[in-house]
């Protein structure tokens, strides 16, 4: 055999992968496709936060439910609820906007309801951008969390009621909670009803102490009803209570000694309702 | 034997595993979305009634709010958006045609 001949396959192999990389570089490099024409779950993460901010705004002033989920959809959230909720919670502990902490809270809790707080308004037949490769919408509740309440679970409502503008809210009643579920942390657990004893969702709560305050949401912890709200308190500190829109406040809450019959001891828990007349 | 190749690199790099694109940015959004993010801002802006929140929220889109909303107007008219919907973008509109953006106004 002679040389040449020998040499001939490197030159095709050679050929072959030339040929190879160049479409590789331009597939890959030179015009990959659909740069200009991206998907929204392929936002970056803080870009995908504005986009569920807006989504749970709009949903504030149309109601339309269906439209709000169709859009989460295409986020592809592994759990819808519990990114509304996570960005919620982000919003108030980084003094982001009350408002829109209050819209993903309410969208988080009509979702895990299945319906909108303001039925009255028709959906919309405007098309919503579809992402072709998405299976059906499905609505997943989160996890519970490790530690499970035991006392005083609100059932959820059969309709979620929006934040009710009406009557001041005053104290039902509250109570020190000295189950041993809640021996970790030391919570103040509110919960606010309307003047039906509906559970209210996305209602602001204040406590405040003699360096400051703070504020949370009702609903954002669906999983423990859509009234729901609780804040940690630290040892030897008097707490005072009141919803933000107004009305009774409940001041001198501080953590107080539990025990049990075997001697354990333990800093108990408060669980505080408040309703509308 | 180059030919091949190409056309091998091309069919694997185009089909068996395109590029993935990963934190992209809302400027490179597809027209559909884009539109539709135009709508939720209208719709915020309900709400809001702060024309600087909506201008802000809308050169995440690009440096034009005004040729934004135009371009978003004829994709809805193009694809029969809802009247009322319609009406909501032409609000928005309305409201910002008149607004300059300064560096500062979203900061």
């Known amino acids: 055999m002679s040389p040449s001949r020998r040499q001939s396959p490197i030159y095709l192999i050679t050929g072959l992968i030339i040929g190879l990389l160049v479409g590789l570089f331009y597939s890959w490099v030179y015009s990959p496709v659909g740069v200009l024409e991206t998907e929204l779950y392929t936002l970056r993460s803080d870009f995908k936060d504005d986009y569920r901010g807006l989504i749970a705004s709009a949903y504030?002033?149309?109601?339309?439910?269906?439209?709000?989920?169709?859009?989460?959809?295409?986020?592809?959230?592994?759990?819808?609820?519990?990114?509304?909720?996570?960005?919620?919670?982000?919003?108030?502990?980084?003094?982001?906007?009350?408002?829109?902490?209050?819209?993903?809270?309410?969208?988080?809790?009509?979702?895990?309801?299945?319906?909108?707080?303001?039925?009255?308004?028709?959906?919309?037949?405007t098309p919503i951008p579809t992402e072709t490769q998405i299976s059906s919408p499905t609505i997943t509740q989160t996890a519970g969390p490790s530690k499970t309440p035991t006392l005083t679970l609100t059932p959820l409502a059969s309709r979620t009621p929006t934040p009710t503008v009406g009557a001041a809210f005053i104290l039902r009643d509250y109570t020190l909670v000295c189950e041993s579920a809640y021996q970790e942390t030391s919570l103040i657990m509110v919960r606010v009803f309307n003047s039906a004893n509906q559970p209210v969702p996305g209602e602001k709560i204040v406590a405040s102490w003699d360096q400051g305050q703070d504020s949370f949401f009702t609903g954002l912890k669906i999983e423990f009803g859509l009234g729901y709200a609780d804040f940690e308190m630290s040892p030897d500190t008097s707490y005072t209570i009141r919803i933000a829109d107004g009305g009774e406040s409940l001041p001198g809450l501080s953590p107080l000694e539990c025990e049990n019959d075997d001697g354990d001891r333990w800093l108990g828990s408060w669980s505080v309702n408040f309703t509308q007349p | 034997m180059i030919i091949i190749g190409l056309s091998l690199g091309l069919f694997y790099g185009r089909v068996i595993s395109p590029v993935k694109l990963v934190d992209t940015n809302p400027t490179d959004l597809r027209e559909d979305y884009k539109a539709d993010y135009v709508l939720m801002v209208a719709e915020a802006y309900l709400l809001e009634k702060d024309p600087s929140i909506a201008l802000c929220q809308l050169v995440k889109l690009g440096n034009s709010p005004k040729e934004i909303i135009e371009q978003a107007t004829v994709f809805a008219v193009e694809n029969r958006y809802e009247p009322d919907d319609l009406v909501l973008i032409n609000n928005l509109y309305e409201s910002i045609k008149g607004i300059e953006i300064s560096g500062e106004i979203c900061q």
């Not at chain 1, 309410?106 to 309801?113: R, S």
């Open chain 1, 60 to 125: 504030l002033a149309n109601s339309d439910l269906g439209r709000a989920q169709s859009r989460l959809d295409l986020l592809q959230d592994e759990d819808s609820i519990r990114a509304l909720t996570v960005q919620a919670q982000r919003e108030l502990g980084q003094e982001g906007s009350d408002l829109i902490a209050r819209a993903l809270g309410i969208l988080a809790a009509d979702i895990g309801n299945g319906f909108s707080g303001n039925p009255e308004i028709s959906p919309s037949n």
